[in-house]
């Protein structure tokens, strides 16, 4: 009996050591635990869009037609008369008053009858360009016809102009100085328009002889 009590007693000591172990066994049902992982982040990145721009107001008047002053009296001599006409066409023609010369040797004998062919040469706001005058004089009368291919035009009458023509520009640049001489025969101006939307669109701005602003998209 004693020898049964002793082994029984080292039995259950082993089975206590057993179920104290920290081996984890090889049968258990699960597996270690890694951790806590941090699982990836959703969502998408904003892509830059174009901001809306005001649209500039479409002009509700016509190019208003500079006052012209300094008109000779009618009896004054035919050659100032001629020079003021010139002068009168070029600043109306450019949309804008601005002090303008006009330099035609032999003018001063255009009271003389007979035809007259002279050239000269127009100065507005400090731009110069040629042109040709016939003045055929009579007794008591006389005619002229002034003609250039060259035409003084500003740049704001040009940028009213393009507003006119395009709708929803919010912003107009034309490449030329505040007032420029042009060809009339030539390309024309050539005009960059800011959309409402932020978009760049080329336009061109053809000018007449008489100063009348014609916009084309380029």
């Known amino acids: 009996m004693r020898i049964w009590t002793v082994l029984g007693a080292a039995a259950a000591s082993m089975l206590v050591l057993a179920g104290c172990s ?11 635990s890694s951790g806590p992982s941090s699982a990836p982040t959703g969502g998408t990145i904003p892509t830059a869009s174009n901001p809306t ?12 037609t500079p006052k012209v002053t300094g008109q000779p ?18 600043q109306i023609a450019a949309g804008k008053a601005a002090t303008t010369t006009v330099k035609c040797p032999g003018i001063e004998n255009a ?10 040469t127009v100065t ?32 704001a009458k040009v940028v009213d102009a393009v507003r006119r023509t395009v ?13 420029a001489v042009v060809k009339h025969t030539s390309q024309g101006i050539s005009c960059d328009v800011t959309t409402t939307d932020n978009a760049v669109q080329p336009y061109r701005a053809q000018i007449s002889g008489n100063g009348q602003v014609l916009v084309t998209k380029a």
């Open 22 to 32: 920290d081996t984890p066994s090889k049968d258990a049902g699960g597996t270690p």
């Open 53 to 64: 721009l005001t649209p500039l107001p479409t002009p509700s008047k016509p190019w208003p």
């Open 73 to 90: 009296a009618s009896d004054a001599p035919l050659a100032q008369r001629i020079r003021f006409a010139i002068s009168k066409q070029a």
């Open 111 to 120: 009271e003389e009858p007979g035809t007259h062919d002279l050239t000269c």
């Open 124 to 155: 507005y706001a400090g731009k110069s360009y040629p042109g040709k005058l016939t003045i055929d004089a009579k007794q008591y009368s006389a005619t002229y016809k002034f003609t250039s291919d060259s035409v003084p035009i500003a740049r």
């Open 167 to 179: 709708t929803g520009a919010a912003k107009v640049t034309c490449t030329m100085d505040d007032v």
